[in-house]
Nanobody, 126 residues
Framework: QVQLVESGGGLVQAGGSLRLSCAASGRTFSLYAVGWFRQAPGKEREFVTAITWSGGSTLYADSVKGRFTISRDNAKNTVYLQMNSLKPEDTAVYYC???????????????????WGQGTQVTVSS
Protein backbone atom coordinates (compact mmCIF):
# COMPACT_ATOMS: atom_id res chain seq x y z
CA GLN A 1 0.00 0.00 0.00
CA VAL A 2 1.56 3.27 -1.11
CA GLN A 3 1.57 6.25 1.22
CA LEU A 4 1.53 9.77 -0.15
CA VAL A 5 2.50 12.74 1.99
CA GLU A 6 1.97 16.30 0.81
CA SER A 7 3.91 19.23 2.20
CA GLY A 8 4.70 22.84 1.38
CA GLY A 9 1.34 24.47 1.92
CA GLY A 10 0.89 27.69 3.83
CA LEU A 11 -0.35 31.25 3.81
CA VAL A 12 0.79 33.53 1.00
CA GLN A 13 -0.29 36.87 -0.40
CA ALA A 14 -1.88 37.15 -3.81
CA GLY A 15 0.78 37.13 -6.49
CA GLY A 16 3.10 35.00 -4.40
CA SER A 17 4.43 31.49 -4.93
CA LEU A 18 4.49 28.15 -3.18
CA ARG A 19 5.95 24.78 -4.05
CA LEU A 20 4.12 21.69 -2.91
CA SER A 21 5.73 18.28 -2.63
CA CYS A 22 4.18 14.84 -2.74
CA ALA A 23 6.50 12.20 -1.32
CA ALA A 24 5.64 8.56 -1.82
CA SER A 25 6.66 5.30 -0.26
CA GLY A 26 7.27 2.20 -2.33
CA ARG A 27 9.65 1.26 -5.09
CA THR A 28 7.14 1.37 -7.94
CA PHE A 29 5.90 4.94 -7.56
CA SER A 30 7.82 5.93 -10.67
CA LEU A 31 5.58 3.65 -12.74
CA TYR A 32 2.40 5.60 -11.97
CA ALA A 33 0.91 8.82 -13.25
CA VAL A 34 0.26 11.30 -10.43
CA GLY A 35 -2.28 14.06 -10.14
CA TRP A 36 -2.87 17.10 -7.97
CA PHE A 37 -6.41 17.98 -6.97
CA ARG A 38 -7.83 20.62 -4.67
CA GLN A 39 -10.92 21.15 -2.60
CA ALA A 40 -12.13 24.50 -1.37
CA PRO A 41 -14.63 24.80 1.51
CA GLY A 42 -18.12 23.91 0.36
CA LYS A 43 -16.94 22.82 -3.06
CA GLU A 44 -16.23 19.51 -4.75
CA ARG A 45 -12.72 18.24 -5.22
CA GLU A 46 -11.39 19.36 -8.57
CA PHE A 47 -8.56 18.50 -10.89
CA VAL A 48 -5.54 20.79 -10.96
CA THR A 49 -2.79 19.01 -12.89
CA ALA A 50 -1.31 15.60 -13.60
CA ILE A 51 1.88 14.08 -14.94
CA THR A 52 2.55 10.77 -16.65
CA TRP A 53 4.70 8.12 -15.03
CA SER A 54 7.69 9.09 -17.17
CA GLY A 55 7.18 12.80 -16.73
CA GLY A 56 6.93 13.21 -20.47
CA SER A 57 3.41 14.59 -20.57
CA THR A 58 1.36 16.86 -18.35
CA LEU A 59 -2.21 18.11 -18.10
CA TYR A 60 -3.47 21.31 -16.50
CA ALA A 61 -6.84 22.71 -15.61
CA ASP A 62 -7.57 25.89 -17.54
CA SER A 63 -7.69 27.85 -14.30
CA VAL A 64 -4.02 27.18 -13.53
CA LYS A 65 -2.42 27.02 -16.98
CA GLY A 66 0.57 29.29 -17.24
CA ARG A 67 0.79 29.69 -13.46
CA PHE A 68 1.30 26.17 -12.11
CA THR A 69 3.93 23.62 -13.11
CA ILE A 70 3.98 19.95 -12.20
CA SER A 71 7.18 17.93 -12.23
CA ARG A 72 8.56 14.76 -10.77
CA ASP A 73 11.83 13.32 -9.57
CA ASN A 74 11.46 9.55 -9.72
CA ALA A 75 14.81 9.01 -8.04
CA LYS A 76 13.34 10.75 -5.00
CA ASN A 77 9.82 9.32 -5.34
CA THR A 78 8.50 12.86 -5.28
CA VAL A 79 6.15 14.94 -7.39
CA TYR A 80 6.18 18.72 -7.17
CA LEU A 81 3.67 21.45 -7.83
CA GLN A 82 5.16 24.88 -8.38
CA MET A 83 2.46 27.51 -7.98
CA ASN A 84 3.14 31.06 -9.12
CA SER A 85 0.97 34.16 -9.38
CA LEU A 86 -1.35 32.76 -6.77
CA LYS A 87 -4.87 34.12 -6.49
CA PRO A 88 -7.34 34.06 -3.59
CA GLU A 89 -9.44 31.58 -5.57
CA ASP A 90 -6.54 29.11 -5.39
CA THR A 91 -7.23 28.75 -1.67
CA ALA A 92 -7.98 25.09 -0.96
CA VAL A 93 -6.65 21.87 0.46
CA TYR A 94 -4.36 20.34 -2.14
CA TYR A 95 -4.13 16.58 -2.54
CA CYS A 96 -1.83 14.41 -4.58
CA UNK A 97 -3.03 11.08 -5.87
CA UNK A 98 -1.64 8.08 -7.71
CA UNK A 99 -3.37 6.48 -10.66
CA UNK A 100 -4.77 2.96 -10.31
CA UNK A 101 -2.77 1.38 -13.11
CA UNK A 102 0.90 1.49 -13.96
CA UNK A 103 2.34 3.12 -17.05
CA UNK A 104 -0.85 4.93 -17.99
CA UNK A 105 -1.52 8.43 -19.14
CA UNK A 106 -2.37 11.30 -16.84
CA UNK A 107 -6.08 12.04 -16.64
CA UNK A 108 -8.26 14.66 -14.93
CA UNK A 109 -10.79 12.17 -13.53
CA UNK A 110 -10.84 11.60 -9.78
CA UNK A 111 -12.08 8.04 -10.22
CA UNK A 112 -8.87 7.11 -12.07
CA UNK A 113 -6.85 7.61 -8.89
CA UNK A 114 -6.95 5.26 -5.96
CA UNK A 115 -4.25 6.39 -3.53
CA TRP A 116 -4.52 9.81 -1.91
CA GLY A 117 -2.50 11.86 0.49
CA GLN A 118 -3.91 13.66 3.50
CA GLY A 119 -3.73 17.06 1.85
CA THR A 120 -1.97 20.33 2.56
CA GLN A 121 -3.70 23.67 3.08
CA VAL A 122 -2.95 26.56 0.74
CA THR A 123 -4.38 29.94 1.69
CA VAL A 124 -3.96 32.98 -0.54
CA SER A 125 -4.82 36.33 0.98
CA SER A 126 -5.92 39.29 -1.09
Amino acid sequence: QVQLVESGGGLVQAGGSLRLSCAASGRTFSLYAVGWFRQAPGKEREFVTAITWSGGSTLYADSVKGRFTISRDNAKNTVYLQMNSLKPEDTAVYYCARRRLIRTIATPRLEDYDSWGQGTQVTVSS
